[in-house]
């Protein structure tokens, strides 16, 4: 008979499982489908999914109820049958535990908005549907409640309340979101939110989801006075920032990265870790194996198959109309650069504008400004490229997203962008607004990278998405981004054929770090009629490479650079290793690219410039075919 949850976890850590319902997408289930109903409609599958985390080692796994309360059940018209779907919840994951692994009964936020404002719903309501869910999850017989992904402390401490009167005297584990700087996304700190939580009645609080691992420890970090009064902590992280391909979303953390971050966390007082989106079995086999946990059960292997996908057709290519102003205006015979600048989260621009002066100065050709990258809130970045337009005098790139507008205000977006005299768009597709850092804010995607490339490619023949005349025809170059894979670059080589067939311009890829990388992708993308800027990213920390190569989607960073920088103790040489391998790869690649594409890291654009000056006292020419007439 296994020893109570309660005071297991008072003396050991306990290896919770990793995702379900990204893991149950990636085994082929169509992407939104309501997993909680598949515990009536496929229980096999459910099983033997829990099964697969036992295997690799969980010693405690939540049932597939998340989303299982009325308000969200009711979308799917199946708000009557709450009691049943997470009692057969319970009961699969009981039946898969047997007598040594716990049971959490997992409940997840209700979906409707706080603060409770119109008076249609009442805190008696949503404490309703908590009671409707937690019951029957104690009736399967869980171990525990486990109350994640709460962004408001509202919200959960309705939860907590609910589950002290129905839940049978269970364990609560009580656990938030904090996209950013420890806090929720309306600005209330981590520590703020758990203790309000233990003075409910939760027993473990802690955060899942959220912005990847490194976003998640520092949350806990916040939440260290806890530990030191012997609170354990619970922390289940994403694998990084979730990247859109197709309809998939994929994380890009790794299992050995997110095992080694995870035993960070354990120092801080941990003592219930797991994964949360994007980690699958592998995660936990890896955490298990790093943090040295001791492995409840062993079981038999379970395939379950998955269904292919269809992929949808493009429409037509359509005609270009020339290369528009922005490589219009390119100088001959010298290497182009572009330094990307991001938008601030507040409104002093003081500092980007200044910026764009001095890069100006030492010879830049454009900055380019994100709208919004990674979904956090930052000034918009139409009315910035104009000031930069007017006071510094270079061209801006500017980056579109289909992430937040609809078809109809991204038209309208185009139209602004020409009317404040911006010569070069962006076009890409957006990431997720899930990783936002505001609010009840959800994506739009009319329309992918892909449409919007033809969209702008059609007001630069002066139509349209209607086809009617917009009178003027624009003058946008039109950018498409592009992440080369050396090991695997047919499917994105073959996204940008596409791209270049809807009206692409020039590429602006994500950061590389060899030159080895940088010609292979020159060769294999060299029938494309595209002018081509490869990302360089000046790295400046070991660190700073671990959370690039593990955390954020589409960077890929040699095992060999990351090592050579750890090689360093002191954050000081590791900088300085980093700024003369940058260096040295600037001046191995620019004799023979069409441009360059320096990012600025953590916005410090005084980095990025000390690499323009470099290029143009070298007064290297590149390839020549970006300013070809």
């Known amino acids: 008979m296994k020893i109570t949850f309660a005071d297991y976890i008072r003396e050991h850590v306990i290896l919770g499982d990793g995702a379900f319902g990204t893991y149950l997408y990636e085994k082929g289930i169509d992407f939104g489908r309501n997993i909680d109903l598949l515990n009536l409609k496929n229980p096999e599958l459910i099983y033997s999914v829990h099964e697969e985390y036992i295997r690799a080692g969980s010693q405690l796994i939540e049932t597939n109820t998340f989303g299982a309360n009325s308000f969200k059940l009711q979308k799917a018209g199946k708000e009557e049958q709450v009691g049943e779907i997470n009692l057969a919840g319970a009961r699969l994951a009981v039946k898969a535990a047997g007598h040594e692994v716990y049971v959490a009964g997992s409940v997840g936020p209700t979906g409707v908005e706080f603060p409770l404002i119109s008076g249609e719903i009442t805190q008696d309501d949503i404490k309703a549907a908590f009671a409707a869910q937690i019951s029957a999850l104690a009736e399967g017989g869980v171990d525990l409640l486990i109350l994640e992904t709460f962004t408001h402390l509202e919200e959960i401490l309705l939860a907590i309340e609910t589950a002290r009167q129905v839940g049978s005297g269970l364990p609560i584990v009580a656990q938030m979101v904090y996209p950013s700087q420890g806090k929720t996304t309306r600005g209330v700190d981590a520590l703020t939110c758990a203790r309000a939580a233990l003075a409910a009645g939760a027993m473990v609080v802690g955060t899942n989801c959220g912005r990847g691992v490194d976003a998640m420890a520092t949350a806990i970090g916040h939440l260290l006075p806890l530990a030191e009064e012997h609170v354990p902590l619970s922390a289940f992280p994403n694998a990084g920032l979730p990247e859109v391909m197709g309809h998939r979303m994929v994380y890009p953390a790794q299992p050995s990265y997110m095992a080694r971050r995870a035993a960070e966390m354990l120092r801080l007082g941990v003592r219930l870790i797991g994964g949360c989106c994007g980690t699958t079995p592998a995660h936990i086999h890896e955490f298990r194996k790093t943090l040295k946990l001791r492995h409840k059960k062993e079981l038999r292997s379970v395939t379950v198959a998955a269904s292919p996908r269809e992929s949808a057709a493009m429409p ?110 962006l076009a890409v597709t957006g990431d997720s607004a899930s990783l936002t850092d505001q609010p009840g804010v959800s994506g739009v995607f009319d329309i992918n990278s892909l449409g919007l490339i033809r969209m702008i490619s059609q007001y630069n023949q002066g139509v349209n998405m209607a086809g009617r005349s917009v009178k003027l025809p624009t003058r946008f170059s039109i950018g498409a981004a592009f992440s080369f894979n050396h090991a695997n670059p047919t499917l994105q080589i073959t996204r940008l054929e596409r791209k270049a067939a809807q009206g692409a311009h020039f590429v602006m890829t994500q950061p590389l770090f060899t030159r080895e990388e940088v010609e292979a992708m020159v060769e294999q993308t060299s029938h494309l009629n595209l002018v081509i800027f490869p990302g360089i990213f000046p790295l400046i920390s070991a660190r700073n490479a671990d959370f690039l190569h593990n955390e954020v989607p589409g960077i890929s960073i040699p095992a060999a650079i990351r090592q050579k920088l750890w090689s360093y103790e002191d954050v000081a040489d590791q900088r300085k290793a980093a700024m003369e391998f940058t260096a040295k790869l600037v001046a191995d690649l620019a004799p023979f690219v069409d441009g360059l594409y320096l990012i600025s890291p953590l916005n410090k654009w005084e980095i990025a410039e000390s690499f323009v000056k470099q290029i143009r006292q070298a007064g290297w020419q590149g390839s020549g075919r970006a300013a070809a007439r």
Request: glycine share 10%; charged share 20%; proline share 5%.
């Open 316 to 425: 037509a290519a359509v005609q270009k109309s020339g290369r528009g102003g922005f490589l219009d205006s390119l100088q001959p015979r010298r290497l182009p650069v572009l330094v990307e600048l991001d938008p601030p989260t507040h409104l002093d621009i003081d500092n980007v504008l200044a910026g764009a002066r001095s890069l100006a100065a030492s010879g830049v050709d454009a900055v380019t400004l994100g709208e919004n990258p990674l979904s956090i809130l930052r000034a918009g970045n139409i009315a910035l490229a104009h000031r930069i337009r007017e006071e510094a005098g270079i061209q801006v790139v500017m980056h579109q997203t289909c992430r937040d507008q609809n078809a109809l205000g991204l038209q309208s977006h185009l139209m602004a962008a020409h009317i404040l005299g911006i010569e070069a768009i």
